[in-house]
């Protein structure tokens, strides 16, 4: 079939081409392919900003960094994200896959007994929760083996001004945010600087990259693994 064939004949263009699963070989790889070919376009929006994917990029490295350097996890350990749809998320899951390690994700709006059941089903070791949500691991995070808490806000990789207006939105004017969080008390102590770093190295294509945790009434909880292998 040439490409005249593929053409529609009311002028429609082509459908755009699949992903060549022979030149990459996990999510961090076709991410960081993407960031490098289209470096200065537009990645993402919130609330208004738009960042380039060059900047994504520099974000998760550094998120991986921080996965790596400070919590000291290492391959194949599972981080949940506790997280809502915006940039916080979108730098989390691709840091996590950055630095060799495990995504499970936990739907925010489910009741603390739900998340300590998907906690535990899938033996997170951290932990990364927006700051709104944190308050439901107070009760629950002795009962699982995560050591570390990543708190955020909604505004975090927004501009200062508009970071300060949307953190005064919700601390002063709708009072969203708990005093008391999960992270106050159960924080880790931080690295020294001198702490070597473990060299991220590529994945094998076998490797798991996300572990879905699911709850339906009266059912126990189960768990879904998927693989960066092409299907």
Known sequence: MTHADTIDPHGAKPPVPAIDATSVRTLPEMFELACTRYARRP?????????????VARYVR??????????????????????PNGLPYVVAFFGVLD?????????????????????????VSAI???????WKLDDILDENQANAVVSVAV?????LRKRAAIDFVQRVVRDSIPQQSAGTGH????????????EINPLPPSTTWRCCSSL???QAPRSVQCSHTAT
């Open 128 to 134: 990364v929760v927006l700051e709104n949500f944190a």
């Open 155 to 159: 505004g975090d990789l927004l501009p």
């Open 99 to 123: 630095a060799g390690l495990v995504v499970a994700n936990v739907n925010p709006l489910a009741t603390p007994r739900e998340i300590q059941i998907q906690l535990s089903t899938a033996a």
């Open 62 to 83: 550094q998120f991986s960094r921080f996965l790596i350097t400070e919590f000291r996890l290492e391959p194949s350990e599972r981080v949940a994200l506790i997280l």
């Open 43 to 55: 990645a993402f929006s919130s609330f208004g900003h738009t960042i380039e994917y060059r900047d």
């Open 187 to 198: 924080s880790v102590p931080p690295c020294r600087a001198s702490t070597p770093m473990r």
């Open 216 to 218: 339906e009434a009266r």
